[in-house]
T-cell receptor, first 113, second 114 residues
């Protein structure tokens, strides 16, 4: 069982919809991440939060908006997405020491129609 | 920049065969190295890690040694099982101004046939 919980598992949305992905961890980790993974590709980093502050934005389009309400929760707000944004979105957390591994959730499979 | 080069797949082996998946890296500073495994329909799971040169990570019969002189972190297992079928990612982590970034290789799909 994963210690990082993501909801929903699957999401289908139209290009005009607004939706949110949610992620929760209770391991006391100080860093949380959003990754995007296309089929048969490695995960690509989108955002990093450290101590609830956005520390890395990998030039992600503004139609993706992250939010970290507290140290256990991480959201990704979606608006006006394109079909090419369809992918597996993975949340992860870590102690943030540079030597600590990331713990991944099982992801949200997003389809944009 | 930092990068990871991983053995191209897919790799198909018979059960109980010996497995090697090659991984080499380029990094500034002193990275930590990881192997992650992804089963169908799931997220990534940490398989093993090594944080400094000559460290050996091991888990579930898998091993990898951090070789600074050859900048390598090859994954090995002596006798694979059908349940080992998955995609394996080599990755490195470097801390930059207090932020850590995980850089992945392209992944190697492994299929074990009975």
């Amino acid at each position: 069982d994963t210690e990082v919980t993501q909801t929903p598992k699957h999401l289908v949305m139209g290009m005009t919809n607004k939706k949110s992905l949610k992620c929760e961890q209770h391991m006391g980790h100080r860093a949380m991440y959003w990754y995007k993974q296309k089929a048969k590709k490695p995960p690509e980093l989108m955002f990093v939060y450290s101590y609830e502050k956005l520390s890395i934005n990998e030039s992600v389009p503004s139609r993706f908006s992250p939010e970290c309400p507290n140290s256990s929760l991480l959201n990704l707000h979606l608006h006006a997405l394109q079909p090419e944004d369809s992918a597996l979105y993975l949340c992860a957390s870590s102690q943030g020491t540079g030597k600590s591994p990331l713990h991944f959730g099982n992801g949200t499979r997003l389809t944009v129609t | 920049g930092d990068s990871v080069t991983q053995m191209e797949g897919p790799v198909t082996l018979s059960e109980e065969a010996f497995l090697t998946i090659n991984c080499t890296y380029t990094a500034t500073g002193y990275p930590s190295l990881f192997w992650y495994v992804q089963y169908p329909g799931e997220g990534l799971q940490l398989l093993l890690k090594a944080t400094k040169a000559d460290d050996k990570g091991s888990n579930k019969g898998f091993e990898a040694t951090y070789r600074k002189e050859t900048t390598s972190f090859h994954l090995e297992k002596g006798s694979v099982q059908v349940s080992d079928s998955a995609v394996y990612f080599c990755a490195l982590s470097v801390t930059n101004f207090g932020n850590e970034k995980l850089t992945f290789g392209t992944g190697t799909r492994l299929t074990i046939i009975p």
